[in-house]
């Protein structure tokens, strides 16, 4: 462990200008990414924590057609949120299946976008060859024993998967993300935020060194939408997913009207899937329907011996969750 600073701005303004200023500093939220990277894996180094715990980020408002959630709101407070639970449970399903509830309680929501691969060769500073670790290296995971991996969006130059559960129905709802830098405030939709790795690996979204996450804007989905969440992995709980998917539904008359599916697990990045959308809308909510649409998802996937699994896997993760949701009430 290398030793860093620690300090504490007052307001949002003092900790933009103070990480912008600085290359080798990094917010700090609730710790539980970061302080595990740089001070139990040594895989990154930062020689000032900006902790930004206590500015004024936290908290959920209802505006007309959407939630405002703090950047520093806790996954917890998010998954009680009563509206939360009334209008978007595919939301509130995927934060309770992540992590463990003590995790829960420290993590925010800015922190849970911007959570670090679980690559077991990124977090292992042993292994020389991580193209998002140290750019040109090469990827010890294409070669080596892969099976937490991503199949879309991967690439020779790495196949680390974008591991967060909630950014799964947050993509399929077109969260818009909040951004404060020194040059003023910006948003970007979610589904813009993350970057493919192509041959940059490391450059894994479109925040310039020094932004902040003030807060997210979730839309709430049309009233008569049915949401879930299914995630698929090796234990019932405290593990991260092989596949998961996020699909939410308006059937009326037999019809689907409207429908949103994201995937996760499977991806670089949180993975919208707006061809099998395209498919659902307007057909009958049928399995032959649902298959049409996990065909149409899991097009071109790129595995290797590891994460072939995954093709087949993903597909029924698409269909059961489809079938689950038109299935429940509205
Ligand atoms: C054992 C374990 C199991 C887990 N299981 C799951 C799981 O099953 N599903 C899941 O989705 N997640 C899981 N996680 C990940 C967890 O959700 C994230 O660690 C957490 O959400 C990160 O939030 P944080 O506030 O602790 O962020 P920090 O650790 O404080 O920060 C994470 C990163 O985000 C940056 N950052 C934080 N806030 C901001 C902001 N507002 N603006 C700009 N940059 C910011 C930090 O600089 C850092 O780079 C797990 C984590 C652990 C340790
Ligand atoms: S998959 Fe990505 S993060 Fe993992 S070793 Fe390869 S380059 Fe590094």
Known sequence: MTAFEYVRPDDVTGAVAMVSADPAAAYLAGGTTQLDLLLKDGVVTSDRLVDIGRLPLRGITEGVGSLSVGALTSMEELSADPVVRRRLPFVHDALLAGASPQLRNMATIGGNLLQRTRCRYFRDAAVPAC????????????????????????????????ASDLCVPFAALDVEVHIRGTG???????????????????????????????????????????????????????????????????????????????????????????????????????????????????????????????VELAKRTIVRILRDVAEARP
Not at 154 to 162: L, M, R
Not at 222 to 232: A, E, F, H, Q
């Open 184 to 310: 003023g405030r910006r948003s970007v939709p979610l589904t813009e935020f993350y970057l493919l790795p192509g041959d940059r690996p490391d450059i894994e979204t479109v925040l310039e060194h020094g932004e902040l996450i003030t807060h997210v804007e979730v839309p709430l989905p049309p009233s008569g939408t049915r949401s879930g969440y299914l995630k698929v992995r090796d234990r019932a709980s405290y593990e991260f997913a092989l596949t998961s998917a996020a699909a939410a539904l308006v059937i009326e008359d037999g019809t689907i009207v409207w429908a949103r599916l994201a995937l996760g697990g499977v991806g670089t990045v949180p993975w919208r899937a707006r061809e099998a959308e395209a498919i659902l809308t307007g057909a009958a909510p049928t399995v032959q329907t649902y298959r049409a649409a996990a065909e149409a998802t899991i097009r071109d996937p790129f595995t290797v011996p590891g994460t072939a699994f995954k």
């Open 131 to 162: 193209n998002k670790r140290a750019p040109g290296s090469g990827c010890a995971a294409v070669a080596g024993r892969a099976r937490m991996h991503a199949i879309l969006g991967a690439s020779e130059s790495c196949i680390a998967v974008h």
